[in-house]
Every structure is written in C-alpha cells, then in structure tokens.
C-alpha cells in the first residue's frame, strides 16, 4: 500500500481506536492525509472472521465514497482470513430474507436504513463499529442526519466502538 510511517492522524488516532478496552474518537484531518487507512485498520482490528454476520457498518455520505472506502477495506484486508465487505449502496438490491454474511458494511445512510428496516437485513444491535466518514457533510446535509442516528447501534460504550472523521 505504500506505507513507510503513519501519518499525522493516523499516529494520532490508531493507539485510541486500537486500544483495549476501545475507545471511541472524533476526528478532523484534511483530505489524503489516510483517515481512511487509520478507520480501517481499526475496523479489520475489530472483526471476527469466524463469525458470518455483520459487525462493522461504516456510513459514508455518497455512493462514490463508500466505493471507495470499500476497495480500500478490500485491498487493506486481502491477507486477513475470511472478512469480506457488503455495499449498501444504491443499485445493490437484496431480497427480503437474505442472510448478510460479510462482517463489514459500508454504505449510504438510505440504503442501510432500507437493509435495517424495510427488508430486515440488518441487525444494528449487533454490530461494534460504527464508522461515519466524512461525518460533518452527514450531518450538515438535511435527512442524512436524521438517517445516520436511525443507523446508529444502540449500545452500552462497552460493547461500541464508534469514529466520526
């Protein structure tokens, strides 16, 4: 991946989102400064192969982003067995009654409202990271922050881990 150091924000935030007990952690950098690589390596730190539901849900505020953000999980996570990635993104329809497997969600708030609730693909109470990427365009743009708390995991702390960036 062409990494020889981390990066400001990444030596800033991954002793946080890597601790035990985790920690939860807002952050603020500019673009290419490899905010993605740091939520990422937290993510696939995170998951559990052996278990086949998801565990991660990682929401990003256009489908470009979640794209990207998920080729990224993919190439970051080529050498960790078994953790796979889903796009709950628009053009990605399941049908009702699928069962989800891979352990990492990454996609925009309406579909992953829709895979919560209209089709019941998805189990909030189970996942333990909760990523908002780019969090501010989320919550500055009307209805996404409305959808984005709708997908936030109710949770104790204990059982949470949750980045905004």
């Not at 985790?22 to 993605?36: D, F, H, W």
């Not at 086949?52 to 794209?67: D, G, I, S």
């Amino acid at each position: 991946m062409g990494f020889n150091r981390p990066s400001k924000i990444q030596e800033t935030a991954l002793p946080m989102m890597l601790a035990d007990p985790p920690q939860n952690l807002i952050a603020q950098s500019q673009s290419g400064t490899g905010k993605t690589a740091a939520f990422v390596l937290a993510m696939l730190s995170r998951i559990n192969g052996a278990e086949k539901f998801p565990q991660c849900l990682c929401l990003a505020p256009t489908y470009e982003l979640a794209v990207q953000t998920g080729q990224v999980v993919e190439k970051m996570g080529n050498l960790c067995v078994n953790i796979r990635v889903a796009y709950a993104v628009r053009g990605n329809r399941l049908p009702r009654g699928t069962k989800i497997e891979e352990q990492i969600i990454i996609g925009t708030p309406g579909t992953v409202l829709d895979w919560c609730f209209k089709l019941k693909l998805l189990d909030v109470k189970k996942i333990s990271v909760f990523v908002l990427d780019e969090a501010d365009v989320l919550i500055d743009t009307q209805g996404f922050l409305d959808q984005s708390f709708r997908c936030y995991p109710i949770k104790t702390p204990h059982n949470l881990l949750a980045f905004l960036f």
